[in-house]
């Protein structure tokens, strides 16, 4: 079992900045690749970002791609998402996720989730 708590909501202007982590607990976390997903009122949960378990392997959704960096340290067992330029449409709860395979941009790959930490971004 991995135990995910996610932190570091909160709400923004436009343009701005917001750093969200992910702590783990349980399970070797550093033998598993996490995932950053969100989902917006109304809307279904999407993928934003990828990192391998090493840390040397990441992805993006295109729409965050320039603008949102995820990071890992395995000594911390934590995630983090570094969310800069945020915009109106990034307004979401976000989660984060710990999977057991490789590269995934599907929810299904994904065993492990937090309970998710909002962020708002005002225009």
């Known amino acids: 079992q991995v135990q995910l708590v996610e932190s570091g909501g909160g709400l923004v202007q436009a343009g701005g900045s917001l750093r969200l982590s992910c702590a783990a607990s349980?399970?070797?976390?550093?033998?598993?690749?996490m995932g950053w997903f969100r989902q917006a009122p109304g809307k279904e949960r999407e993928f934003v970002a990828y990192i391998s378990w090493t840390g040397g392997s990441t992805y993006y959704a295109d729409s965050v791609k320039g603008r949102f960096t995820i990071s890992r340290d395995n000594a911390k067992n934590t995630v983090y998402l570094q969310m800069n330029s945020l915009k109106p449409e990034d307004t979401a709860v976000y989660y984060c996720?710990?999977?057991?395979?490789?590269?995934?941009?599907?929810?299904?790959?994904?065993?492990?989730w937090g309970q998710g930490t909002q962020v708002t971004v005002s225009s």
């Open positions: 349980g399970r070797s976390f550093r033998n598993y690749a």
């Open positions: 996720a710990a999977g057991g395979a490789g590269f995934s941009t599907s929810q299904v790959s994904y065993g492990y």
